[in-house]
């Protein structure tokens, strides 16, 4: 099964980024007494990355560790140094669930991140304490405006090439996949109007066999309201093509060549025949594709990271320098090990010549000599150390500006993975930067996971 927003279609993401930042500007003008000022505003499409959390009380935004820790954190566009980071986020739990974060998990959620922290800075300016919270709660509103009524969407299918990557591969992965046997279905949160302008965009007239983009799908389900296909049990009603528009009545089979609203998972799988691990979904959304399926249901996951390809083409451009950085670890964590040595000799050699000052003066006075070079062999090792220190952190930094300047690689924060990476590599089975990868493996392809191993065991 595939989802079609960022997984089938890929979006031209600094077009499409700039489109509705300028849409929602828009939208905040008109229907939320926004000043016209706020157009003048630089807004920076390249300064977020997913994964980011926002601090709607207090106008930040920030990146978390896998253990939830708190790493690079800015207010507005201005970075916030480690102390007073530290003491904001150091001293309780945060706990996303509650409605003061809101953590920024999709591509199409990268707009309202640079929306925030560019007004956050322009209302610090102004007279008066801003009100973070409402602002938020302004942008997110009028993002949800220009796609409900949609404003967004008509933009983008009006100029289809501008907006929307043609994949010249993916008709021919969804033929090689179905040529093997498997049954392919679309569910997608998009409606019937748009999701067959786009599919039909990306496939109709890519293959002989394939007059429309419908032949390459036994079931298609549109409006999927997704992640509630997972939990919740609405029905499915079949849709007027012509339309757009539901029939009256809910259905009690699935047949190939209709196309289907709503319906949830449970009965997809009665009416299908097909549960559990003989299914395998491909989605963009950490929380609305793989999260909630992963957690109630054993629906194997694949997970589309359209921004995969710039990471691995700067991993590799950055190779030498990480395999540099490894090596400057392992000398660092030797010294370590030293000077642990060093100061435990230190604190013995001292209780020696306290034990043996009086009873044996010459003893002390070797025991002295002992530990003077003992210290000196302490510093030098410190010296060393705090030298490897620096240029671990200059080569980071370094590494780090390479993938973001603002946030550094998007599955990592410092030596561990982010919040982000540890989701995806905890609830996706396999993950890719597009579908159409799935081309250079056989259909009957088993992925296997390499041997993982604990700390202990390394």
């Given at each position: 099964?595939?989802?079609?927003?960022?997984?089938?279609?890929?979006?031209?993401?600094?077009?499409?980024?700039?489109?509705?930042?300028?849409?929602?500007?828009?939208?905040?003008?008109?229907?939320?007494?926004?000043?016209?000022?706020?157009?003048?505003?630089?807004?920076?499409?390249?300064?977020?990355?997913?994964?980011?959390?926002?601090?709607?009380?207090?106008?930040?935004?920030?990146?978390?560790?896998?253990?939830?820790?708190?790493g690079r954190c800015y207010h507005g566009r201005r970075p916030l140094a480690k102390?007073?980071?530290?003491?904001?986020?150091?001293?309780?739990?945060?706990?996303?669930?509650?409605?003061?974060?809101?953590?920024?998990?999709?591509?199409?959620?990268?707009?309202?991140?640079?929306?925030?922290?560019?007004?956050?800075?322009?209302?610090?300016?102004?007279?008066?304490?801003?009100?973070?919270?409402?602002?938020?709660?302004?942008?997110?509103?009028?993002?949800?405006?220009?796609?409900?009524?949609?404003?967004?969407?008509?933009?983008?299918?009006?100029?289809?090439?501008?907006?929307?990557?043609?994949?010249?591969?993916?008709?021919?992965?969804?033929?090689?996949?179905?040529?093997?046997?498997?049954?392919?279905?679309?569910?997608?949160?998009?409606?019937?109007?748009?999701?067959?302008?786009?599919?039909?965009?990306?496939?109709?007239?890519?293959?002989?066999?394939?007059?429309?983009?419908?032949?390459?799908?036994?079931?298609?389900?549109?409006?999927?309201?997704?992640?509630?296909?997972?939990?919740?049990?609405?029905?499915?009603?079949?849709?007027?093509?012509?339309?757009?528009?539901?029939?009256?009545?809910?259905?009690?089979?699935?047949?190939?060549?209709?196309?289907?609203?709503?319906?949830?998972?449970?009965?997809?799988?009665?009416?299908?025949?097909?549960?559990?691990?003989?299914?395998?979904?491909?989605?963009?959304?950490?929380?609305?594709?793989?999260?909630?399926?992963?957690?109630?249901?054993?629906?194997?996951?694949?997970?589309?990271?359209?921004?995969?390809?710039?990471?691995?083409?700067?991993?590799?451009?950055?190779?030498?320098?990480?395999?540099?950085?490894?090596?400057?670890?392992?000398?660092?964590?030797?010294?370590?090990?030293?000077?642990?040595?060093?100061?435990?000799?230190?604190?013995?050699?001292?209780?020696?010549?306290?034990?043996h000052a009086v009873s044996d003066p010459q003893l002390s006075g070797r025991l002295?000599?002992?530990?003077?070079?003992?210290?000196?062999?302490?510093?030098?090792?410190?010296?060393?150390?705090?030298f490897i220190e620096e240029e671990c952190e200059l080569l980071e930094d370094s590494?780090?500006?390479?993938?973001?300047?603002?946030?550094?690689?998007?599955?990592?924060?410092?030596?561990?993975?982010?919040?982000?990476?540890?989701?995806?590599?905890?609830?996706?089975?396999?993950?890719?930067?597009?579908?159409?990868?799935?081309?250079?493996?056989?259909?009957?392809?088993?992925?296997?996971?390499?041997?993982?191993?604990?700390?202990?065991?390394?």
């Amino acid at each position: 099964g595939f989802d079609m927003d960022y997984t089938l279609a890929l979006y031209q993401q600094e077009r499409l980024e700039q489109l509705s930042i300028e849409l929602t500007l828009n939208k905040l003008i008109q229907n939320h007494g926004y000043p016209e000022d706020i157009r003048k505003l630089k807004y920076d499409p390249q300064w977020a990355i997913r994964g980011l959390v926002v601090d709607t009380s207090l106008g930040n935004v920030f990146k978390m560790d896998r253990f939830g820790f708190v790493g690079r954190c800015y207010h507005g566009r201005r970075p916030l140094a480690k102390d007073e980071r530290h003491k904001i986020y150091r001293t309780k739990r945060i706990r996303l669930s509650t409605p003061r974060y809101k953590w920024i998990d999709t591509l199409f959620g990268l707009p309202e991140a640079v929306m925030y922290v560019t007004l956050v800075d322009y209302y610090d300016a102004q007279p008066g304490k801003p009100d973070y919270h409402q602002l938020f709660k302004d942008i997110r509103a009028s993002i949800d405006e220009a796609h409900r009524d949609d404003t967004l969407k008509d933009t983008i299918r009006a100029d289809m090439p501008a907006y929307v990557h043609k994949d010249d591969k993916l008709a021919e992965t969804l033929h090689k996949l179905r040529s093997s046997g498997k049954k392919l279905f679309l569910l997608t949160n998009s409606y019937w109007p748009y999701s067959n302008a786009v599919m039909t965009y990306l496939l109709d007239g890519e293959r002989k066999a394939y007059p429309s983009w419908r032949n390459y799908f036994d079931i298609i389900i549109v409006g999927g309201t997704k992640p509630k296909f997972f939990s919740e049990r609405n029905p499915f009603y079949e849709v007027e093509t012509d339309t757009g528009e539901p029939m009256g009545h809910k259905v009690s089979e699935l047949t190939r060549g209709r196309v289907y609203l709503h319906g949830n998972i449970t009965d997809f799988e009665n009416m299908t025949g097909v549960r559990g691990d003989r299914v395998i979904y491909v989605g963009d959304h950490i929380y609305g594709d793989i999260l909630k399926l992963r957690k109630s249901h054993t629906w194997r996951t694949a997970m589309v990271l359209q921004e995969l390809e710039l990471e691995n083409r700067v991993a590799e451009r950055l190779g030498e320098d990480e395999d540099d950085l490894t090596l400057l670890d392992r000398r660092r964590r030797n010294l370590d090990s030293e000077i642990d040595y060093q100061v435990t000799m230190l604190k013995r050699l001292q209780k020696l010549v306290d034990e043996h000052a009086v009873s044996d003066p010459q003893l002390s006075g070797r025991l002295e000599e002992a530990k003077k070079q003992a210290k000196v062999t302490l510093d030098r090792y410190r010296k060393r150390l705090e030298f490897i220190e620096e240029e671990c952190e200059l080569l980071e930094d370094s590494i780090e500006l390479a993938y973001n300047p603002h946030w550094g690689p998007m599955f990592r924060e410092g030596n561990e993975n982010s919040r982000f990476g540890q989701q995806v590599s905890d609830y996706a089975d396999i993950y890719t930067s597009r579908v159409s990868n799935l081309l250079s493996y056989s259909p009957m392809r088993y992925f296997r996971a390499p041997r993982k191993k604990m700390p202990h065991e390394l």
